[in-house]
């Protein structure tokens, strides 16, 4: 897994909330049996009419050239519905490496973790305020720290995130190494119950 | 003090705990599908390791499966790859397939439960968000990511936080033509589709304990519409009889031996809670939702809302995109409406019970000439007994399709669409936008209101037709 320590980024704000998996990444790009490639699909029916490429939808964020970033910033409840990690895939493919709203949905929460994408939870005012800046703002994760910032105010809010979880971003590590290094409790564990 | 259902069983599935972060939690069983699966597979392999504990993973065919013609190959090029890799995976591996074919074939969270396979006690993953239905026998069950597959194929474990602990208790008795699915429509109108977020929840109260097996996987199915990461209800002599004498339930002195420590699973009086919730059945209506998140729900009498019953700003723009989507004004009521299309299956609403029900609406009745339904069993065992019972009979003469067993139109992969403006009143989960089809709008209801639109043509009170 790629390592996250501090980003230093423009932004692309979705003001909307309860975004739910299936808009992120809808269910007929899940026929996939790679991880790859499902950046291009990302919230593919916000941003196109009739499922054309050629047929964008104009007033999507995503489709207006003058945004842009490895931060994307929504309303809260992001990330709800179906457990499909397609959806963290589909926003790191595209090339986010952060996601900011007040509010996660917990399966995509873990989702993003265990992929190198970093979910910061901030406050409704804190969201408010970066939703009202103006679109050349640029916003500094720094997670060693847990802190966020506002570069042109100097607004700074920090967030939580789970010790283990923030060793594991820091240092690339994955569940699974942790796991199989634990193998021997994990069968102990299985002698003492049977 | 005393402990509740969940840790009763969490603690003894916990292998180790790690300093600051979270517990390493055993898993009993886990169910793989052809969707979530073949990047895990992929994962393992290219980490060089094997599968810790094979004969733990049961899986089958059901997101990505056509529910016609199942024993011709799949038309759909991507479809079938996906499904051929799950079986050349498990073929590789060591893994319990139940194929299209199999007797046993069918939408997860249906035939775990009907082959005995979830029993109380257990802790039990799959990589589909409504894993949660296997939580109406006692169990930890929840939905999991790919990368969280992959941990459960390398170690029988993930790593997890103990969640905050909800208890919603429903008492009293249900009025004429309510059914569990409209207790949880209720529920999720009433707290949000964000309501539990963060929570595990007890579903308890008479109306929980009056409910057979298939109306509390309903209840617990839908907990994650809130954003819980799973629901569950304590087994009783409802449960134990439900389970007896199914093909993968323990018999003989494993029986005894498995019901002594099922009698032990229910939270003690002196348990805590972090939240609590009593909720009188009597006043649920039959319930149907206008919006495009599953909290967006009213009693089928009301009128859809108006941007002055909405708390917020925020709120109040939800709204309005939502209806916007949906083709319908605030303040109208959806009585009377008419709708094209009637879905009746997914791992809400497929079971035998719920088709009972159904035909027990219809029968000697047919459907309007203006509305197609689709009846998708939840399993092959399903679809026999539909048979068995004579219920495909009072389908057929109604003008419902009876398809073979899969998700089908509960998310849209196959062919079973909802074009796009067009209404559908379903029984599955999710109403979001596009998930029945690009466009489609989806109105969720219990297979009672789906069966009585079906006869009307229209959004009816099943009520009057009982």
Same mark, same amino acid.
């Given at each position: 897994m790629n390592k996250i320590n501090t980003i230093h980024s423009r932004f692309v704000p979705l /003001?909307?909330?309860?975004?739910?998996t299936d808009q992120i990444i809808?269910? !007929?790009?899940?026929?996939?049996?790679?991880?790859? $490639?499902?950046g291009k699909n990302l919230f593919r029916d916000w941003r196109y009419h009739n499922d054309n490429?050629?047929?964008?939808? /104009?007033?999507?964020i995503l489709n207006d050239a003058s945004y842009s970033g490895q931060i994307l910033v929504a309303g809260k409840n992001? =990330?709800? =519905?179906? &457990?499909?990690?397609h959806a963290a895939w589909a926003i790191k493919d595209y090339g986010f490496l952060v996601v900011v709203s007040s509010f996660f949905a917990d399966i995509f929460k873990n989702n993003a973790l265990n992929n190198g994408l970093l979910p910061i939870t901030v406050s409704e005012a804190f969201l408010a305020s970066i939703f009202a800046l103006d679109k050349e703002a640029t916003l500094s994760v720094c997670l060693k720290n847990q802190t966020i910032t506002i570069d042109a105010t100097g607004a700074v809010e920090t967030f939580e995130i789970n010790a283990y979880k923030k060793t594991c971003l820091l240092n690339g590590y994955d569940d699974i190494d942790y796991l199989i290094s634990n193998k021997a409790a994990i069968e102990n564990f299985e002698k003492n119950r049977a | 003090m005393g402990k509740t259902l969940f840790e009763k069983i969490w603690d003894t599935h916990i292998v180790q705990e790690v300093t600051d972060g979270p517990s390493v939690l055993y898993i009993d069983k886990h169910f793989i599908h052809e969707v979530t699966s073949p990047q895990a597979f992929k994962g393992i392999e290219d980490r060089g #390791?094997?599968?810790?504990?094979?004969?733990?993973i049961v899986a089958t065919a059901d997101h990505?499966?056509?529910?016609?013609?199942?024993?011709?190959? #799949?038309?759909?090029a991507l479809s079938r790859f996906q499904v051929d890799t799950l079986i050349e995976n498990c073929k590789k591996h060591g893994i319990e397939l139940y194929g299209l074919?199999?007797?046993? /074939?069918?939408?997860v969270h249906v035939i775990g439960p009907e082959l005995g396979i979830t029993q109380p006690g257990m802790t039990i993953v799959c990589g589909?968000?409504?894993? &949660?239905?296997?939580?109406?026998?006692?169990t930890i069950a929840f939905g999991i990511g790919t990368s969280e597959v992959e941990m459960v194929f390398a170690s029988q474990c993930l790593l997890q936080t103990k969640p905050k602990l909800m208890r919603i208790n429903i008492e009293g008795t249900l009025g004429k033509g309510v059914v569990s699915k409209d207790i949880i429509l209720y529920i999720i109108a009433k707290i949000?589709? &964000?309501?539990?977020?963060?929570y595990f929840v007890e579903y308890a109260g008479s109306a929980v304990r009056a409910l057979s097996m298939e109306a509390r996987m309903t209840i617990c199915n839908m907990s994650i519409e809130m954003g819980a990461r799973g629901g569950l209800i304590a087994p009783d002599q409802t449960t134990f009889d439900y389970i007896k $004498?199914?093909?993968?339930a323990p018999a003989g002195a494993a029986w005894d031996t498995a019901l002594a420590y099922w009698q032990t699973l229910y939270s003690d009086a002196d348990a805590a809670f972090d939240l609590e919730l009593t909720i009188d059945?009597?006043? #649920?209506?039959p319930m149907i939702t206008y919006g495009t998140?599953? =909290?967006l729900g009213i009693g089928i009498t009301k009128k859809v809302p108006t941007?002055?019953?909405?708390?917020d700003e925020g709120e109040q723009k939800n709204l309005a995109k939502a209806l916007e989507y949906m083709g319908l004004t605030a303040g /109208?009521?959806?009585?009377g409406m008419p709708v094209q299309h009637v879905f009746i299956g997914s791992c809400t609403n497929s079971r035998i019970e719920d088709l009972r029900l159904v035909a027990s609406l219809v029968k000697g009745k047919t459907k309007n000439p203006n509305v197609q339904v689709m009846i998708v069993p939840g399993s092959q065992k399903v679809a026999k007994q539909v048979v068995q019972e004579g219920l495909d009979i009072i389908f057929r003469e109604a003008g419902f399709e009876i398809r073979q067993a899969?998700?089908?139109?509960?998310?849209?992969?196959?062919?079973d669409k909802v074009p796009a403006g067009e209404y559908c009143v379903s029984t599955s989960n999710r109403n979001f936008e596009? !998930?029945? =089809?690009?466009?489609a709008r989806t109105l969720l209801a219990s297979p009672l209101t789906a069966a009585a639109a079906a006869v009307n043509g229209v959004i009816t009170d099943v009520r009057t037709l009982l």
């Open positions: /003001q909307e909330e309860n975004v739910d809808p269910a !007929r790009f899940l026929k996939a049996t790679t991880r790859d $490639g499902f490429e050629l047929a964008p939808k /104009q007033d999507f992001f =990330g709800c =519905g179906s &457990s499909r990690e | #390791i094997s599968i810790f504990r094979p004969a733990h990505n499966v056509p529910t016609l013609n199942q024993h011709l190959p #799949i038309t759909d074919g199999h007797e046993h /074939q069918g939408i589909d968000s409504h894993t &949660s239905t296997h939580g109406a026998f006692g949000s589709a &964000s309501g539990a977020t963060g $004498g199914r093909t993968f059945a009597a006043t #649920i209506e998140n599953p =909290g941007a002055a019953d909405m708390q /109208q009521s959806l009585m899969g998700c089908s139109a509960c998310l849209g992969m196959n062919e596009g !998930r029945q =089809g690009a466009g």
